[in-house]
């Protein structure tokens, strides 16, 4: 079992910045990445971004050039550095940890709310 808790959300106005961290515990077996993904209200669940356990990183289109993920391995934890924050941003985000069998997202933290005003 692996425990995901976030934390680092809260309110900012269009422009600004805000870091998200997730420190994950638990696990003892090998993970397969870790990620973050969002809900806006009335949208889909988005994946926003991730990073394998080597350090390769993805974004979505959305967010390239204005977000930035990173870990902390010893630490075990997970960050999301944003900037120039829009109002689409706002939703909320959730860290989690992608298995290796199988290859999906099987853990996730309980959100933290971003919101983005203009």
């Known amino acids: 079992q692996v425990q995901l808790v976030e934390s680092g959300g809260g309110s900012v106005q269009a422009g600004g910045s805000l870091k998200l961290s997730c420190t994950a515990s638990g696990y003892t077996l090998s993970s397969c990445g870790m990620g973050w993904h969002r809900r806006a209200p009335g949208k889909e669940r988005e994946l926003v971004s991730t990073?394998?356990?080597?350090?390769?990183?993805t974004y979505a289109d959305s967010v390239k050039g204005r977000f930035t993920i990173s870990q902390d391995n010893p630490r075990r934890t997970l960050y999301l550095q944003m900037n120039s924050l829009k109002t689409e941003d706002t939703a909320v985000y959730y860290c989690a940890w992608r298995s290796c069998t199988p290859y999906d997202w099987k853990y996730w933290g309980q959100g933290t709310q971003v919101t983005v005003s203009s």
């Open positions: 990073i394998s356990s080597s350090g390769t990183t």
